[in-house]
C-alpha cells in the first residue's frame, strides 16, 4: 500500500508537469471546444501509474480501449501472475509453451534487440535481479558465489523461440521489464491512431510516447529529470517519438558497505552496471526500441554506448554522466535546451564525423 500511495504522488507530479509542457487551455483566452481539450485516463498497471491524455472528439473511446489492452498484455506479461504466459515459461520446466501472438512477438523483438546489444539487454537476468531484491523490495547484496552460480542459468542464447512456441531450459527465467512498458506503450499508439487521434502523449511509467504534435503544432515538452536530485536538467522538444529515460536513481539501495547499488543489471558480471553514467534517455520512433536501448546504452557506458549509435543511426540520445556531463546525439541537438539552474553542465554533441 506504502508503495502505491507513493506511485500516486509521483503521478500528481507527473501530471502538474505535463499541463505545464503541453496539456491545458490555448494561449488566446478563449475557452477551447470539447475535442480541443485534453481527454485523461489515469490508472495502475505494469507496476506503476500511467497517465493517458488525448485530443479528439473520440479521444474517451480510444483512450478507454488503449487502457483495455495495457491491462490485457499485463495479464499476459506478468512474471508473478500464474495465469500470464510468462508465468507459464518459467515454471516449464523445460517443456515447450505455446504462446500467444503478442508475446511471441515481443519475445522475437527482444531476442533480437539482445543479439543486437551483445546480451547487454538480457530478458534472462530476473534471477540476478530477485537475488539482489530488485523484484522484492527486499534488497540485499548476494555473494559472489550466489551471483556465479546464477549467472550460470543467464544468457538470452539459452531461449530457443519457433514461431509462437518457446523452450526454456530450468532455472532460466524471463522477464520482459526492459521493454514491456515501451512494446505496450506501441500497441496503446497504434489503437488511438487507428480511432483518428493524431494528438496523444501517453505516460507508461516515464515511457513517454507522442503521438503527432500539440494540437496546435508545436513540439511536446518533455522535461528531463535531474539525475541528482530535484528538478529538470533541461527540457526536450519532440513530435511522433518515444522518449525513455534509465538512471540509477530511479531503483536502488545502500548496502551495509555503505555502497549505493542501483537496479540496472550487467548481464555479463551480476552486479548492478557501473559505467560513469547517471541517466540514459533514447529518443525513438517506437516506445519498444527506447525501452531497450535505454537499458543497454546504460550497461554500456558512453564509449560504447556511441559506437552503437554510430553504427545504427535509428535513434537519438542524451546521456547525463556521473560527473555532471551531458552528451547528445546530433539528431536532437538543437531539440534540447538546458534550464538556467543546470547552465554550467558540460554538453558535448555527438556527430556522425
Given at each position: 500500500m506504502l508503495k502505491r500511495h507513493i506511485y500516486k504522488i509521483l503521478l500528481i507530479l507527473c501530471c502538474l508537469c505535463l499541463s505545464s509542457c503541453g496539456f491545458g487551455s490555448g494561449s488566446s483566452g478563449q475557452a477551447d471546444t470539447e475535442a480541443d481539450q485534453a481527454r485523461k485516463r489515469e490508472f495502475f498497471a505494469m507496476d506503476t501509474y500511467m497517465t493517458f491524455?488525448?485530443?479528439?472528439?473520440?479521444?474517451?473511446?480510444?483512450?478507454?480501449?488503449?487502457e483495455e489492452e495495457i491491462h490485457k498484455l499485463e495479464g499476459e506479461w506478468s512474471v508473478t501472475d500464474e495465469n500470464s504466459e510468462i508465468y507459464k515459461i518459467n515454471h516449464s520446466q523445460g517443456e515447450p509453451v505455446t504462446l500467444s501472438q503478442d508475446t511471441a512477438r515481443i519475445l522475437d523483438f527482444t531476442l533480437e534487440m539482445a543479439r543486437q546489444t551483445g546480451g547487454a539487454l538480457d530478458p534472462t537476468i530476473y534471477p540476478i535481479m530477485t537475488a539482489?531484491?530488485?523484484?522484492?523490495?527486499?534488497?540485499?547484496?548476494p555473494s559472489r558465489e550466489e551471483i556465479a552460480a546464477l549467472?550460470?542459468?543467464?544468457?538470452?542464447?539459452?531461449?530457443?523461440?519457433?514461431?509462437?512456441?518457446?523452450?526454456?531450459?530450468?532455472?532460466?527465467?524471463?522477464?520482459l521489464?526492459?521493454?514491456?512498458?515501451?512494446?505496450?506503450g506501441d500497441l496503446a499508439a497504434e489503437i488511438l491512431k487507428d480511432q483518428g487521434i493524431t494528438s496523444a502523449l501517453l505516460d507508461i511509467g516515464g515511457t513517454i510516447q507522442a503521438i503527432g504534435s500539440r494540437p496546435d503544432g508545436t513540439d511536446w515538452r518533455l522535461g528531463i529529470r535531474n539525475p541528482f536530485g530535484e528538478g529538470q536538467v533541461g527540457v526536450l522538444s519532440v513530435s511522433d517519438r518515444a522518449v525513455v529515460t534509465s538512471g540509477d536513481y530511479e531503483r536502488y539501495f545502500v548496502g551495509d558497505d555503505g555502497q549505493v547499488y542501483g537496479h540496472i543489471i550487467d548481464p555479463s558480471t551480476g552486479y548492478p552496471a557501473d559505467t560513469g553514467l547517471a541517466s540514459v534517455t533514447i529518443i525513438?520512433?517506437?516506445?519498444?526500441?527506447?525501452?531497450?536501448?535505454?537499458?543497454?546504452?546504460?550497461?554500456?557506458?558512453?564509449?560504447?554506448?556511441?559506437?552503437?549509435?554510430?553504427?545504427?543511426?535509428?535513434?537519438?540520445?542524451?546521456m547525463i554522466t556521473g560527473d555532471g556531463q551531458i552528451w547528445i546525439t546530433e539528431g536532437v541537438r538543437d531539440s534540447f535546451t538546458l534550464n538556467d539552474s543546470f547552465a554550467n553542465m558540460e554538453l558535448h554533441v555527438i556527430t556522425f564525423s
Open positions: 491524455a488525448a485530443y479528439g472528439a473520440e479521444a474517451d473511446k480510444a483512450l478507454q480501449a488503449a539482489w531484491g530488485f523484484t522484492t523490495d527486499e534488497n540485499r547484496i549467472l550460470k542459468n543467464v544468457g538470452y542464447e539459452q531461449v530457443v523461440l519457433n514461431g509462437n512456441q518457446i523452450r526454456l531450459p530450468a532455472g532460466v527465467e524471463l522477464d521489464g526492459a521493454v514491456g512498458k515501451g512494446y505496450a525513438a520512433e517506437e516506445g519498444k526500441v527506447g525501452d531497450a536501448l535505454s537499458t543497454a546504452m546504460f550497461v554500456k557506458g558512453p564509449d560504447q554506448a556511441e559506437e552503437y549509435w554510430r553504427n545504427h543511426r535509428d535513434f537519438d540520445m542524451l
